[in-house]
Nanobody, 131 residues
Framework: QLQLVESGGDLVQPGKSLRLSCAASGFTLDYYVIGWFRQAPGKEREAVSCISNSDGSTYYVDSVKGRFTISRDNAKNTVYLQMNSLKPEDTAVYYC????????????????????????WGQGTLVTVSS
């Protein structure tokens, strides 16, 4: 069974940092493009960042550029999202997803109506940024 499990979500104050993890089981992440997505209360799910399976290229949405860093450790079958300088508007449930056939940009710019076609989703981890 293909599974992704996110962890690392927490309640933090504005300006602080968190690192989220996305661990795969039942398959090898090496061949998959991985994306981090988030969904705030009352809002559509949106892409945050994606990372290639081949050349390590990355994509970030404008709202997190310079603050978030995506990385992957194929030996640990895990992808990370380092989040610095957190803001209250970063509050959301964060999900990771894996897809075999997409490019980095295709995954991160696709409409949310296409998310259901991604190969594997995790269950999400809650990040709350509040003072």
């Amino acid at each position: 069974q293909l599974q992704l499990v996110e962890s690392g979500g927490d309640l933090v104050q504005p300006g602080k940092s968190l690192r989220l993890s996305c661990a795969a089981s039942g398959f090898t992440l090496d061949y998959y493009v991985i994306g981090w997505f988030r969904q705030a209360p009352g809002k559509e799910r949106e892409a945050v960042s994606c990372i290639s399976n081949s050349d390590g290229s990355t994509y970030y949405v404008d709202s997190v550029k310079g603050r978030f860093t995506i990385s992957r450790d194929n030996a640990k079958n895990t992808v990370y999202l380092q989040m610095n300088s957190l803001k209250p508007e970063d509050t959301a449930v964060y999900y990771c997803a894996a897809d075999y056939g997409l490019t980095v940009q295709a995954m991160c710019v696709m409409s949310h109506t296409g998310y259901k076609y991604l190969d594997v989703w995790g269950q999400g981890t809650l990040v709350t940024v509040s003072s």
